[in-house]
């Protein structure tokens, strides 16, 4: 049988900074199939806390696309869109859902990400 050992709840995570650009506290961050939010700045080669579950306000890629509440949401590398996107940069799996409803008139959306 193959053991785990439990480290922490995986609410946050320590993410290094590998760019020569501080990250910003609020950034959105791709994580492999994810994204997170930078819970702090982020000094370049530093380690710094990256929020992985929560509701966060995110700008939508086209403030003209209407978003209805609890469909799948992805990231193309530049805002939230809810079409899986393709290219460079882009996470074309879920990386969360609408929390609330996004009109086609708003610039952003509520996202509960996945984690």
Known sequence: MTKATYLQRGEALD???????????GSVIAIG?????????IEPNAVGSVHMVGC???AKTSASEEIVQGAPV???GTGITGTAPS??????????YAASPS???DTNVL???NG
């Not at 993410?15 to 506290?25: K, P, R, S, V």
């Open 74 to 76: 992805y990231f193309d």
């Open 103 to 105: 009109t086609a008139t």
């Open 33 to 41: 199939n994810h994204i997170g939010v930078a819970g702090t700045d």
């Open 56 to 58: 966060f306000e995110i």
């Open 87 to 96: 290219g460079e940069g882009a996470i074309t799996s879920a990386i969360g």
């Open 15 to 25: 993410y290094t900074n590998a760019t020569t650009d501080t990250i910003e506290a």
């Open 111 to 113: 996202v509960k990400l």
